[in-house]
C-alpha cells in the first residue's frame, strides 16, 4: 500500500492564483482530513470529510474548499491565492470511530508571494 | 472552543537525560492521541489514550492520561539521538465527533 499520497510536494503561488492539493489513499478509510501547519502552530483542521459526497468545515476553512467524489481522493481548492495562506498542508485519513489513529501524508510545502 | 495546551515548546538534553512533554485541555477529553514528526517529515501516531489515569509503556516511552481526563504527559527516559523531533499531542472533546485538536508541540533535540 501507498498510504497517503500528496501532491505536488512543493509550490510557489503568486497573489490571486489558484490550485489543487491533491490527496489519495489506498486503505480503504472512510475519514479524510485537511490540516494546515505553521511554524511552532501545531496542525489546524481545515476540511474534513467522512465518506463521499460529505465534507465539513474545520477550524481554519475560509479560502479554502474541499470535494469528496470517490472514498480515496480529497482534493483540497485554493482560490484566490493569499500570503497567509503560506504553509505546510498535510491531508490525513482514519477508518471510521472516534477513537481511531489518523495516517498522514508526506505534506506540501505552499509558498504564496 | 477547546484548547490544547503543551509545554515547554523546546527542550534539548544531553543523550542520556530523560525528556517530559506535558498536556493540558481547557475542556474534559474522551481521548488523547500522541503523534510524533521527525524534522521534514509528517506526523506518526504513537498511541492513544482512553481511560481516566491510563499509563502505556512503548519502550522508553510512557504515557499518562490525568485523572480527570483533562492532561496527558508523555516521558521519554534515556534519550537517543533517534528520539529527536516535535513531539504533538491532540485531544478529542465528548461534543466532537471526528475533530482532533492538536496542541502546538514540543521540538526536543538531542545533543550526542
Known amino acids: 500500500n501507498a498510504g497517503v499520497t500528496q501532491t505536488p510536494k512543493f509550490r510557489i503561488l503568486k497573489i490571486g492564483q489558484s490550485m489543487t492539493l491533491q490527496c489519495a489513499q489506498d486503505m480503504n478509510h472512510n475519514y479524510m482530513y485537511w490540516y494546515r501547519q505553521d511554524p511552532g502552530m501545531g496542525l489546524k483542521l481545515i476540511y474534513y470529510?467522512?465518506?463521499?459526497?460529505?465534507?465539513d468545515k474545520g477550524e481554519v476553512p475560509n479560502g479554502y474548499n474541499v470535494s469528496r467524489s470517490t472514498t480515496e481522493d480529497f482534493p483540497l481548492r485554493l482560490e484566490l491565492a493569499a500570503p497567509s495562506q503560506t504553509s505546510v498542508y498535510f491531508c490525513a485519513s482514519s477508518y471510521p470511530g472516534r477513537e481511531r489513529e489518523q495516517f498522514f501524508g508526506p505534506g506540501t510545502r505552499l509558498t504564496v508571494l | 472552543g477547546q484548547q490544547v495546551m503543551q509545554i515547554p515548546q523546546y527542550q534539548h538534553v544531553q543523550e542520556g537525560e530523560d525528556f517530559t512533554t506535558y498536556c493540558n485541555s481547557s475542556?474534559?477529553?474522551?481521548?488523547i492521541q500522541w503523534y510524533k514528526q521527525r524534522p521534514g517529515g509528517h506526523p506518526v501516531f504513537l498511541i492513544q489514550l482512553v481511560k481516566s489515569g491510563e499509563v502505556k509503556k512503548q519502550k522508553r516511552l510512557t504515557f499518562q492520561f490525568g485523572e480527570a481526563k483533562k492532561n496527558s504527559s508523555l516521558h521519554i527516559t534515556a534519550t537517543q539521538t533517534t528520539d529527536v523531533g516535535t513531539y504533538f499531542c491532540?485531544?478529542?472533546?465528548?461534543?466532537?465527533?471526528?475533530?482532533?485538536?492538536f496542541g502546538k508541540g514540543t521540538l526536543l533535540t538531542v545533543n550526542p
Open positions: 475542556t474534559t477529553l474522551s481521548n
Open positions: 470529510s467522512v465518506g463521499a459526497g460529505i465534507t
Open positions: 491532540a485531544g478529542l472533546s465528548g461534543g466532537s465527533n471526528y475533530k482532533l485538536t
